[in-house]
């Protein structure tokens, strides 16, 4: 499986993006984030049907995670940004499991990253 992420780029803080993951597979989908100087976090997952979602508490309420699989896509709708998401945003697949899991090394397959700056 291959996976592409898209959709970052700079935006002030209340702002919105979307990110997109274009990923193919019966998987459970992850998206974690990496500021620098610090560990790569989780932010969210779905399972493969989309009906299984969880989230970090920190994006909890502000972030959704959905999956447009006759796409072939997942999607991370981030709103009322902060500067504290600002950090390079990975899509990850989880081929080893059908439950979600939180830990980047339960994921073996990632995409390439893609930046997301919140300007204050």
């Known amino acids: 499986v291959q996976l592409q992420a898209s959709g970052g780029g700079l935006v002030q803080a209340g702002g919105s993006l979307r990110l997109s993951c274009a990923a193919s597979g019966r998987y459970v989908m992850g998206w974690f984030r990496q500021a620098p100087g610090k560990e790569r976090e989780f932010v969210a997952a779905i399972n493969w049907s989309g009906g299984r979602t969880y989230y970090a508490d920190s994006v909890k309420g502000r972030f959704t995670i959905s999956r447009d699989n006759a796409k072939n896509t997942v999607y991370l709708q981030m709103n009322s940004l902060k500067p504290e998401d600002t950090a390079v945003y990975y899509c990850?697949?989880?081929?080893?499991?059908?439950?979600?899991?939180?830990?980047?090394?339960?994921?073996?397959?990632w995409g390439q990253g893609t930046q997301v700056t919140v300007s204050s």
């Open positions: 990850a697949a989880d081929r080893d499991s059908y439950q979600i899991r939180i830990y980047y090394f339960d994921y073996d397959t």
